[in-house]
């Protein structure tokens, strides 16, 4: 399994607003840049966003180690979502879980490799 560092982050002017998301993938020397973004959108979902299409970019089962600062990710794929399915992507006070469709998409992303989630503080 090959192996990959990965960084990301996801902003946003306004909560909702315009909105963008990136990430770096490194492997064996070799960097690569991804980008993109929505014109409404939320700082959450672009974290997510970026988490996903950097994870979705690997076109092979890797062992990655994906730095982010957003705790929203990390305790999300980390503490969060297991309960969240199992009781059906709802959360503990019977609400709807926010941000589902791209929950969805991060698990699927995440489930062909072996993820190593690390947080580090933003702006530092």
């Known amino acids: 399994m090959s192996e990959v560092e990965i960084y ?3 902003a946003c002017q306004g909560n ?7 990430a770096l993938l490194r492997a064996k020397g ?3 840049e991804l980008w993109g973004g929505e014109a409404q959108t939320t700082n959450n979902r672009m974290e997510l966003t ?3 299409r950097a994870l979705d970019a690997l076109k092979r089962p890797s062992q990655v180690r994906l730095h982010t600062d957003s705790l929203y990710l990390m305790k999300g794929i ?3 979502i297991g309960a969240w399915k199992r ?5 503990a006070d019977k609400k709807p879980v926010k941000n ?14 072996s ?4 947080w580090i503080r933003g702006h530092a």
């Open 78 to 80: 980390t503490e969060w």
């Open 50 to 52: 970026a988490a996903i």
């Open 100 to 113: 589902a469709d791209l929950w969805r998409e991060l698990d699927r992303a995440a489930a062909r490799h």
């Open 16 to 22: 909702p607003g315009p909105g963008g998301w990136g």
């Open 8 to 10: 990301t982050d996801g």
């Open 87 to 91: 009781r059906g992507w709802l959360t």
């Open 115 to 118: 993820i190593e989630w690390h």
């Open 30 to 32: 070799a960097e690569k």
